[in-house]
C-alpha cells in the first residue's frame, strides 16, 4: 500500500467557504476514483509560522495506481478549482517501513 501525502498552504485571502468546497471534492474523489481506497484530510490546528493549512492523505495500491489517479480527469477538475488559492504545496509518497 502506498500512502501519498499533500500539504497545502493557502494564501492569506481564501475563502473559508473555498476551503470547505475543496474539501468535500476531494471527499468525493473515491467515488470516481477506483485507485482511491481511503481519503483523509485533517486541517492544522496549531498554525505556527512552519505548519501547513491543509494535510490530505491518500491509500492507492502502487505507484502506478497513484499515478493513474493522478491524471484522472476528476482529479484533475479539483486541481484546476484549488489552484487559484494555492500559496504552496508539499508532496510525499511512500510505502512505511516495517
Request: proline content about 4%; charged content about 25%.
Amino acid at each position: 500500500m502506498l500512502e501519498h501525502y499533500v500539504f497545502i498552504r493557502f494564501k492569506q485571502d481564501t475563502p473559508q467557504t473555498h476551503v470547505d468546497e475543496f474539501c468535500q471534492r476531494i471527499l468525493a474523489l473515491p467515488n470516481t476514483i477506483s485507485e482511491l481506497h481511503e481519503v483523509q484530510i485533517g486541517h492544522d490546528i496549531v498554525r505556527e509560522a512552519r505548519s501547513w493549512d491543509l494535510m490530505i492523505r491518500l491509500h492507492v495500491d502502487d505507484i502506478d495506481a497513484l499515478i493513474r489517479y493522478q491524471v484522472h480527469p476528476d482529479h484533475q477538475a479539483v486541481v484546476q478549482f484549488n489552484a487559484p488559492f494555492v500559496a504552496d504545496i508539499g508532496v510525499i509518497d511512500f510505502e512505511a517501513f516495517n
